[in-house]
């Protein structure tokens, strides 16, 4: 429920445990990099100097529209307040050289590759995505996705090795997305980093089409049939 979902905030920056409690009203849908498009915002860790210790992006610090949102950066979000905000006690995220990814530099948590990264904008947004890695182990960790009020919308895997883009979008392409959080759920033996940081408001991020539940319905029972056919 809401009331859970925001009082797992403390276990969240001690454990770095999946929240898997989802907004009653509202949910994620999993998007390729193609899904950003028009104005979509675009930070690629080379606009700062490595060594940056929490950076804070304006439109201008990446060719942004005018309106375009303020990005944040530090390693954990306080969710004590009426709204989400950063933990300023939390380890920091900071831009560092990675010879493992194609396009360095690439921002990292405390300590290094292994530290997790909270993102917060300061308008919200319809959809988020990041090239991350290095992984050597499928489904290790996850972006997580939060409202302004703090409740957890839903989150992403990964689910190739290497460098993978894993994004996401509000399931009815409106601007829900306050803040992102990226972090271990489970083995990955040699951390990660994020690069290439995509984010768009409404309409600035493709909604993927997802069947209705009739629809499902009819598709499962004509496969029940096929299969009964071949049995025949």
């Known amino acids: 429920d809401v009331e859970r979902s925001r009082g797992l905030g403390d276990v969240y920056k001690r454990q770095g445990l999946l929240v898997a409690s989802v907004s009653a009203n509202a949910g994620i849908l999993r998007v390729t990099e193609g ?15 490595v060594g940056t210790v929490n950076p804070t992006y304006n439109a201008v610090d990446y060719g942004g529209a005018a309106g375009s949102p303020t990005v944040n950066f530090d390693g954990a979000f306080d969710f004590s307040g009426p709204t989400i905000a950063l933990d300023g006690s939390a380890p920091d995220a900071v831009i560092v050289s990675d010879g493992a990814a194609p396009n360095s530099p690439v921002l990292s948590g405390t300590p290094t590759f292994n530290g997790n990264l909270a ?20 489904g290790g960790t996850a ?21 993978e883009f894993l994004g996401l979008v509000t399931d009815d392409g409106l601007n829900g997305i306050a803040g992102l959080f990226f972090h271990i759920v489970g083995n990955e033996p040699a951390g990660y980093a994020i690069d290439s940081l995509r984010f768009g408001r409404q309409g600035d991020v493709v909604v993927p089409t997802v069947p209705e539940p009739g629809v499902l319905a009819l598709i499962g029972l004509g496969l029940v049939g096929v299969a009964l056919r071949r049995r025949v």
């Open 119 to 138: 993102v917060l904008f300061d308008v919200d947004v319809a959809g988020v995505g990041l090239d991350a890695g290095y992984f050597d182990a499928i």
């Open 35 to 49: 899904a950003f498009v028009g104005d979509a915002g675009l930070i690629t860790f080379s606009e700062f100097s």
């Open 143 to 163: 972006i997580e996705a939060f409202d302004r009020a703090g409740n957890s919308l839903g989150s992403v895997l990964n689910e190739s090795l290497g460098i």
